[in-house]
């Protein structure tokens, strides 16, 4: 590959890298910013409202609970109150009619024995109307794998919400909380251009190759 082409190819590569990736993405929390530590019945989540009992905030390898990833922080949905909790975004959502919207989390089993668990997707307006997905049991050592939802236009402003099921302090894990819809990605402009300075080049290249040297 020659230096020129080398060249443009990072340039193409950044380009690429820097373009919306994640365009569709409304909300999205992975717990890794709420706390340095593990802390039992944690409420000062940066984008959560806790209620109606209790979670634990788990930095991966606190009580023997990984995250995903193995690092960073994630929650345990039944805290320590014999009382599980349930978090709501802080953050409402205005839905458009015709786009479809995707709620998901990744959950794994407690890690420590015992009951398997179960947990509560939803959806709640302002005014109190709510749509839910029931999620479980999960046996205390199922792996963190992917659950979610998909929902439609409802009038209103809405807010997601995550409920830990049960009592007994020990609860699923949860990470990596998404809120998307469908609707496709802007076109980034830069990579729009650079194709096409990309073309003009190759063409100029070309003709530079008929010159005598
Ligand atoms: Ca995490
Ligand atoms: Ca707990
Ligand atoms: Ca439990």
New binding site residues.
């Given amino acids: 590959m020659s230096l020129r082409s080398a060249t443009l190819a990072a340039a193409l590569a950044a380009a690429l890298a820097g373009a919306p990736a994640h365009a569709g993405i409304l909300f999205q929390d992975?717990?890794?910013a709420d706390n340095n530590a593990s802390a039992l019945n944690f409420s000062a989540l940066l984008n959560w409202t806790v209620s109606g009992g209790t979670i634990d905030y788990i930095r991966s390898g606190g009580f023997g609970i990984s995250?995903?990833?193995g690092a960073?922080?994630?929650l345990d949905m039944d805290g320590s109150t014999g009382d599980a909790g349930r978090i709501t975004s802080n953050q409402s959502f205005t839905l458009t009619p015709g786009v479809n919207y995707f709620f998901d989390v990744e959950l794994s089993g407690n890690q420590r024995g015992g009951a398997a668990d179960n947990v509560v997707l939803g959806i709640i307006e302002a005014g109190g109307a709510e749509f839910v997905l029931p999620i479980g049991p999960l046996a205390p050592g199922a792996a963190f794998a992917p659950f979610g939802g998909t929902f439609v236009f409802q009038p209103g402003s809405w807010r997601i919400y995550v409920e830990g099921v049960g009592g007994d302090n020990v609860g699923a894990i949860l990470?990596?909380v998404v809120l998307r819809d469908d609707r496709a990605a802007p076109v980034p402009e830069p990579v729009t251009v650079l194709l096409f300075s990309l073309g003009l080049l190759a063409a100029g290249a070309a003709r530079g190759r008929k010159l005598p040297c």
Avoid: A, K, L
Wanted: glycine content about 28%; proline content about 0%; hydrophobic content about 20%.
């Fill in positions: 992975n717990f890794d995250c995903v990833g960073g922080g994630c990470d990596n």
